[in-house]
């Protein structure tokens, strides 16, 4: 029995999201143009979708918005994009995305997704408080506005 509860234990470790305060958050990834991009330690707010219906709902909002804006808030998106087929993305999605006038950072590979996803934040908008990359501070909203609200 005490063998099995390390276990689940264990288990539950290897499983958790990094995306917790305390922990470090320089991810490396695509953008929308297959250039490599990093988290730069000047980064102070990521926001981190890992739905297509909440990145559609952060996208249509950044559309709207003043090319700079991202920038002028020091902040990046995230966009877990794992659970499209890639001939989808390559064909369809990524024109579409390359047309916005701000940069994305792209997870396309499920190992990347899985490290940062979980069931608690998966149909959540994260807005990541960083500095130095260290995560000080996570607010799962579930609404734009109150996405917007987290950035200032």
Excluded: C, W
Excluded at 66 to 95: E, W
Excluded at 116 to 135: C, F, G, H, P, R
């Amino acid at each position: 029995m005490k063998k099995l509860l390390i276990l689940l234990s264990l288990a539950g470790i290897l499983i958790a999201s990094e995306l917790k305060v305390g922990n470090t958050f320089d991810i490396t990834v695509e953008n929308q143009f297959d250039k490599k991009v990093t988290v730069g330690a000047d980064v102070k707010k990521a926001i981190i979708v890992f739905s297509k219906d909440n990145g559609h709902l952060v996208r249509d909002y950044l559309d709207t918005q003043d090319k700079n804006f991202l920038q002028s808030k020091n902040a990046i998106y995230v966009a877990d994009i794992s659970g499209m087929p890639s001939l989808i993305y390559k064909f369809f999605v990524k024109g579409k995305l390359q047309d916005s006038n701000y940069p994305m950072f792209l997870i396309k590979e499920d190992d990347m997704s899985e490290k940062y996803k979980s069931e608690q934040n998966e149909e959540k908008i994260i807005v990541a408080t960083l500095d130095n990359n260290k995560i000080t501070e996570l607010k799962e909203v579930s609404s734009v506005n109150d996405m917007v609200k987290e950035l200032d």
